[in-house]
């Protein structure tokens, strides 16, 4: 069991989400005798079989190289996880280890739908409106139109499916609104985009992310990944910064003492915990990635995720979805 | 007169800037009765001599193509300030109007330094340490890995010059640290800069630009574009989310009116007007693009960059160093 925090972090979100969820039966896979002591106030759950543990003998490391991890961990949380999801014993798996290793694994044993070249990753993003969902996040560094297209259907199925959308507003991530802005692949995935009957918006740019002005953000997973990592660091500065200005006198202190409640209720709004666990998508199975730091709190919110991917189906939905725009575009 | 505000802007920051550096002089470009209209309180500074008007017919709009500025807009305000530092009369230009047709202007009348395939554009940025500067910023949507080196040898020299960083640390955007990560080009760009003699740090992933733990970060300016616009995007829910919750019942209001100074102090660290004024560098002249939006605070605040580059002399010092760096690399 991976992440930087391991079973302290996931055993815990597990029990969490037992207890909230009255449905939902989860697998533990990792090293039995450390899991088992993690849950030796739990056993209730473990006689329930609610809860049950898979032994799995070894762990990708995080900075480990995806084809090492591939090719040499065949016992490890990550792959024998993926593998529950492939037998059908599990209906997905939720992993806060190594981003590469789990996106090339899942790959390798679950493949991906028909008509997808690539997989893409997607997360929710707190917006000024609601929530905005963005992907690549950082699967595929360059990206021809057409995997920017699929990337578009997927998002759109889970905006519509999860997120109950009715029509997803879909926008291509630019540098600017005007049709003569950008990269040429851009510029022919808005013209894929435009022919489809996706509910296709046009560019947008990357303030829109956070304006809610657009459900949907599509983009390459170099761009997506620098986006989504600047946006923390100026949250990151943001959040030390005032903590610097409320702690600058006794009197700046006192302020902060009066604030604290609102200061609070502001950081709850954008607590990252709640977007926790982002979709590894055109996949035939579902796999969730938690943030490699996540707390408990956080791990429980993926597994959230992927209860509700697995509620709507979200595999079929794409694959139906993506189907149907091809046969439209064929026929135009 | 150009950008979303013209003269109303221009002229105040004029006044400012000429009243704030005694060996300042300007020349407002742009249309001589308005100009004229707007400088009726500040007759003494035009029979001073600091300040003159240059008449200029025509306005490049927001959202003209650049080609067709250039075309067409002969005496354009911005081209008439771009010749007036081709011609010696000026040592640097500042605009606030549209950013690709200043670009394309400012190429096609001053041209590129020897060894510059591609001017760029940078700017400095708030870290929690101080300042980042960050290249490029949407002249170029795809850069080889030269291009790259080539930003790179700019913004170390601006860092060097202007910020007065000793071996500026220059770091190449990524989506990870690790060598494997990333795209051919930041690779190859990556080799490039490693074997020369700029203090090269590595990857660095988007947060960096924010933590301080970089001076110089290097892009294509598609990704740069896109993070510093969703970072505008961040910072504004941010400000939007604080304003809600301050705003949600009589007590957080007067929460917020006990913490009102800190909050203020906190703005004025993060004030975009302290970092008003983009350089585009690797011209034979300075050129400096302040927002579109900005006011007369920002306004004169890109008139203070413009400043400091003639000061340091900012394009010899981009053709030495270059110079000095390829010259290097023949020698290996």
């Known amino acids: 069991m991976g992440g930087d925090i391991g079973p302290g972090a996931v055993v815990p979100a597990a029990v969490q989400a037992l207890s909230s969820s009255p449905a939902l039966e989860l697998i533990l896979v990792g090293d039995q005798t ?17 809860l049950r543990l898979h032994h799995a003998s070894e762990v990708v490391g995080m900075d480990e190289l995806p084809s090492r991890a591939l090719r ?18 599990a209906q997905a798996a939720v992993s806060a280890g190594n981003t590469g290793a789990l996106m090339a694994t899942a790959r390798y044993l679950l493949k991906t739908l028909p008509g997808i070249d690539r997989p893409a990753i997607l997360t929710a993003i707190p917006s000024i409106q609601g929530r905005t969902l963005m992907l690549d996040l950082g699967a595929n560094v360059d ?31 630019n540098i600017g609104e005007e049709e003569i802005k950008g990269n040429d692949q851009v510029k022919e995935a808005a013209r894929l985009l435009h022919d489809s009957s996706l509910n296709y918006i046009g560019f947008v740019e990357g303030d ?21 990592k600047t946006s923390e660091g100026v949250a990151k500065m943001i959040a030390q910064f005032m903590r610097e200005e409320f702690k600058r006198n006794p009197l700046t202190r006192l302020a902060g003492l009066v ?35 996540a707390d408990a709190q956080a791990f429980a919110h993926a597994i959230e995720v992927a209860v509700k991917e697995v509620d709507k189906a979200v595999p079929d939905r794409i694959d139906h979805q993506l189907e149907a725009q091809l046969t439209e575009r064929q026929a135009v």
């Open 72 to 89: 040499f961990k065949k016992d490890s949380s990550m792959r024998v996880a993926i593998n529950l999801v492939k037998d059908g014993t």
């Open 34 to 50: 450390v899991l088992e002591t993690h849950l030796q106030a739990h056993r209730q759950l473990l006689e329930s079989g609610r």
């Open 208 to 228: 829109a992310v956070y304006t809610g002005d657009v459900d949907v953000v599509v983009c390459d997973g170099f761009i997506g990944n620098v986006a989504l």
């Open 143 to 173: 990206c021809t139109a057409e995997h920017l297209f699929q990337f578009a259907v997927m998002g759109s199925v889970l905006a519509h499916a999860v997120e109950g959308i009715e029509a997803p507003r879909v926008g291509l991530l």
């Open 259 to 293: 604030a604290l409640p609102v200061l609070r209720a502001f950081r709850r709004r954008v607590d990252p915990r709640n977007y926790n666990g982002a979709s590894l998508l055109g996949l035939r199975g579902i796999v969730i990635k938690s943030h490699g730091s």
